[in-house]
């Protein structure tokens, strides 16, 4: 996985998030492992929402790490170095396993989901989300349809065809898991001003790695076409929508 994820640190990725997380239905007290953890924002949504025994949270970036161990949840959850494709738990360790935004960053998706099921019991669940990179759900898709438009490089995570809802049911019946269901998640993202939008998309991890390389005429023509492209209401507020796609399977008993 990258150092460069998009990460879970929005108001909009926590309403989506809460979505996901009340879709799975999972009850209260179970032993979790968050795969690809990062920051640690989407294991401290997990333990207010679901109240675990227990979390175990895996990534691969140390600073992503540090990050997490000074949030509240590190109260209770144990964040660890590790790999998403060799998660270093045994067999059976764990209730439930997830992947939040993570899955297109995993070099093999197979091989990922085949390590939740693995350190899962059976009866266990495994589930994840991602931005619907190819069907337009992206939270930056604004700014990318312009990008392409003028013939700019637009970066996709490197494995994104797992974005897609028909891969990702596709991986998770071939992982063995069973009672596969899958969902759109879809939720409005809202800022005060086009300036707003503007400096946070900027400043997310996806942009940066662009925006240097970009000419300084060639940001100013593409900010001026995705203000137009997402006129302000009365107020001055800009609103758009932004979708995942999301998968849960148990593991057979």
């Known amino acids: 996985?990258?150092?460069?994820?998009?990460?879970?640190?929005d108001g909009l990725s926590y309403e989506r998030g809460s979505i996901f997380l009340d879709w799975l239905a999972a009850p209260l007290g179970l032993k979790w492992i968050d795969a690809g953890c990062g920051t640690g924002a989407f294991t401290e949504l997990l333990i207010e929402r679901c109240a675990p025994a227990l979390v175990n949270g895996i990534d691969p970036t140390e600073a992503q790490l540090n990050f997490a161990r000074k949030r509240l949840a590190a109260r209770q959850a144990k964040f660890d170095l590790g790999d998403a494709m060799a998660l270093p738990?045994?067999?059976?360790e764990f209730d439930a396993a997830?992947?939040?935004?993570?899955?297109?960053?995993?070099p093999d998706p197979a091989?990922?989901?085949a390590e939740m099921a693995r350190v899962v019991r059976p009866g266990g669940m495994v589930a994840a989300y991602a931005w619907d990179i190819f069907g337009g759900g992206f939270t930056l898709e604004p700014i990318r349809i312009e990008m392409r438009a003028?013939?700019?490089?637009?970066v996709n995570p490197p494995t994104s065809e797992a974005s897609r809802v028909e891969v990702l049911r596709d991986l998770w019946i071939r992982a063995g898991l069973s009672e596969v269901e899958?969902?759109?998640?879809?939720v409005h993202r809202t800022f005060p001003d086009f300036e707003d939008f503007w400096t946070t998309s900027l400043s997310s991890p996806n942009m940066r790695s662009v925006i240097?390389?970009?000419?300084?005429?060639?940001?100013e023509l593409l900010k001026a076409r995705v203000r137009a492209r997402l006129p302000?209401?009365?107020?001055?507020?800009i609103t758009y929508s932004a979708r995942a796609n999301a998968v849960k399977g148990r593991v057979p008993k």
Do not use: S, Y
Not at 1 to 9: P, V
Not at 150 to 154: D, F, N, P
């Open 1 to 9: 996985m990258a150092e460069t994820q998009i990460r879970f640190d």
């Open 89 to 92: 738990f045994p067999a059976d």
């Open 98 to 106: 997830i992947m939040a935004l993570v899955i297109f960053f995993v």
């Open 111 to 113: 091989k990922g989901v």
């Open 150 to 154: 003028m013939g700019l490089t637009v």
């Open 182 to 186: 899958t969902r759109e998640i879809t």
């Open 212 to 219: 240097p390389a970009t000419a300084p005429n060639d940001i």
């Open 232 to 237: 302000a209401d009365a107020t001055g507020r």
